[in-house]
């Protein structure tokens, strides 16, 4: 089990940014990822990123997000720029444990953050 807190979320204008963080207990190997859920929307996944440190992201928000780690840290980042409307949501940081590579589809296992709001307007 590992255990996971998000913060960093908040209220920004389009074109603002912000950063979040997932504190975790350190696990090797281990795939960490956020996802984010609007209102009357299923989760989806939003960036991954793999224990070697290969990185995926969702069409979405290709060149505006940026996933990181410091792993001496056991801290999970997610830079976002260039934020829209359309990125309102409930952000939710996940890790898989015991895999090197991600997946967003649930293998089985994963732990869940608490969620942190994240609120762009218009």
């Known amino acids: 089990q590992v255990q996971l807190v998000e913060s960093g979320g908040g209220s920004v204008q389009a074109g603002g940014s912000l950063r979040l963080s997932c504190g975790g207990s350190?696990?090797?190997?281990?795939?960490m990822m956020w996802f984010r859920q609007a209102p009357g929307k299923k989760r989806e996944g939003v960036a991954s990123?793999?224990?070697?440190?290969?990185?995926i992201y969702a069409n979405s928000v290709k060149g505006r997000f940026t996933i990181s780690k410091d792993n001496a840290k056991n801290t999970l980042y997610l830079q976002m720029n260039s934020l829209k409307p359309e990125d309102t949501a409930m952000y939710y940081c996940?890790?898989?444990?015991?895999?090197?590579?991600?997946?967003?589809?649930?293998?089985?296992?994963?732990?869940w953050g608490q969620g942190t709001q994240v609120t762009v307007s218009s």
């Open positions: 996940a890790a898989d444990p015991g895999y090197y590579t991600c997946s967003f589809g649930d293998r089985g296992g994963r732990n």
């Open positions: 350190g696990y090797t190997p281990m795939c």
């Open positions: 990123i793999s224990h070697g440190g290969i990185t």
